[in-house]
């Protein structure tokens, strides 16, 4: 099968495109995330073969070839995301689509229409030397692509202050799973319900192709401040002030001592500070200086302190290194929730329990997604190399997930490790329905199955959330040995 496998695609997008040897396959049996091997007696994560396409005709024929052999697809771009969204779960095709580079700018409707394989931060260089720039970007926009983060996101850098990435999608180029291109516009209302379901999908209901997205003039100014607060709820009181301001701050991260101190570790000039905050106001040059003084006033109010211009500076260019910390490590692993910003205290001494439990070199760092909604990111170190204790660490990951389920949140995603949390985020009409939608637009069941709605194992069998648990809580012994 895997002979006959190779030369059909072979057939469809030439030899130089297509690989089965087993050590190029093996690069892709995992995300940004290490997986350890006990994790081969559940899933086959090797593909049988890895594709490269540089066309959307070419991905068309793929699919179309894979559906009437009903063979499994996993879409993967630069793969930045790590809850297992780009792995396969019993081999099949891996689709890389970092080939899809279309460019192209509308000045006159002020839209761009971009391939899914270009990354983010090449589009956003692109659009600046151009003048324009994209209102909402990933933390991750220098490796993560923009098929691979509309597939799996939407909150990030800029997303405070002007909204959902959905919002900013004009349009969307997909291939459905039995290899039909479709051209979906938000103008045409049916058109604009698929739209959204898409957007977040993680590939389970087509691929992505193309995005036109809106597009605006490059602000006239740009400033960041950096601010240290003495505790999280003298920053949540600032947050809570300035988000509510006629123009909200582009962009507020927060970094707590912890996370500076591994900064420290590595060479990073880091304050001494119990928390470090970053605030971001663009626009006019009238309205950030008055967006300033607002701040400083309210800074002020709880006894924080302004830092030098030039840190701030130089925290705003560093904003796409935040896993630079991994060096300390030398494998980095990674909790991602959504929480509301009153729970923000909260959800900080629950984390720094486990930390202090399992004594974890962890550090925090979180940023405002929503106007009351945070993105929290507590990171800490291990080493892969040493298997028993690093295996015992990955089950803290799904710790860190029910503490923002209990804030009234969730993961920021589910891919495989977090899809036993789906029916609690989402509820079980929505559940119903996204179900019956996947039925409806994957009937053979090949656009990387086994994720999001319902996890199966290598050996066709569901793997139920009760049964996870069980394994993870096995897993977490494993420090004893």
Not at 130 to 144: L, R
Not at 225 to 233: G, L, Q, R, Y
Not at 313 to 330: H, L, Q, T
Not at 392 to 408: C, Q
Request: charged share 25%; aromatic share 8%.
């Amino acid at each position: 099968m895997t002979d006959k496998l190779f030369l059909d695609l072979v057939n469809i997008v030439g030899e130089s495109k297509v690989s089965d040897k087993l050590y190029e396959r093996m690069l892709y049996d995992h995300d940004i995330a290490p997986l350890p091997p006990e994790i081969s007696l559940i899933f086959n994560t090797i593909p049988d073969i890895v594709v490269k396409p540089s066309s959307v005709e070419e991905t068309s024929k793929i699919l179309k070839y894979a559906y009437e052999n009903k063979i499994p697809v996993i879409p993967r771009g630069a793969s930045t995301w790590g809850f297992g969204g780009t792995i396969p779960t019993n081999g099949g095709i891996v689709l890389e689509l970092t080939e899809l580079k279309k460019l192209s700018l509308d000045v006159e409707n002020q839209t761009v229409t971009v391939g899914a394989g270009i990354r983010w931060k090449s589009l956003i260089d692109y659009l600046e030397n151009c003048g324009y720039t994209f209102n909402v970007y990933p933390s991750s926009a220098i490796s993560a692509t923009i098929g691979g983060w509309i597939a799996t996101g939407g909150l990030g850098i800029g997303s405070l202050k002007h909204g959902h990435l959905k919002e900013h999608v004009i349009g969307l180029q997909i291939i459905t799973s039995n290899g039909e291109i479709k051209n979906l516009s938000n103008d045409n209302q049916s058109e604009s319900k698929i739209i959204d379901e898409i957007i977040g999908s993680e590939g389970t209901l087509g691929i992505i192709t193309e995005a036109t997205l809106q597009i605006i003039a490059s602000p006239e100014k740009t400033i960041s401040i950096a601010v240290s607060f003495n505790d999280f709820n003298s920053l949540t009181s600032v947050i809570e002030k300035v988000v509510v301001e006629p123009v909200k701050p582009y962009f507020i991260e927060a970094q707590d001592k912890d996370y500076l101190d591994l900064k420290k570790a590595i060479g990073i000039e880091s304050p001494d500070v119990p928390i470090l905050a970053l605030f971001v106001y663009n626009g006019s040059t009238s309205q950030v200086e008055k967006d300033v003084k607002t701040l400083n006033k309210l800074v002020l109010e709880v006894k924080g302190s302004i830092l030098p211009s030039e840190f701030a500076e130089k925290e705003w260019i560093e904003r796409f290194y935040y896993m630079r910390i991994r060096k300390g490590g030398p494998t980095l692993l990674a909790g991602e929730i959504t929480h509301p910003l009153n729970k923000l205290e909260e959800v900080v001494n629950e984390t720094r329990i486990i930390k202090k439990k399992h004594n974890l070199r962890m550090g925090i760092k979180c940023i405002m997604v929503a106007e009351d909604t945070v993105m929290f990111m507590p990171m800490y170190l291990a080493d892969e190399r040493k298997r028993w204790k690093f295996v015992s660490l990955l089950p803290i990951v799904n710790d860190i997930t029910n503490i923002g389920l209990n804030a009234g949140g969730g993961p920021y995603g589910f891919g495989i490790w977090n899809s036993f949390f789906l029916g609690k985020v989402i509820g079980d009409q929505k559940l119903v329905e996204i179900k019956a939608l996947k039925k409806k637009m994957d009937p053979n069941n090949i656009m990387n199955p086994s994720k999001k709605y319902k996890v199966m194992t290598k050996f066709g069998i569901p793997l139920w959330g009760f049964t996870f648990k069980l394994f993870t809580s096995v897993l977490g012994l494993l420090k004893y040995f």
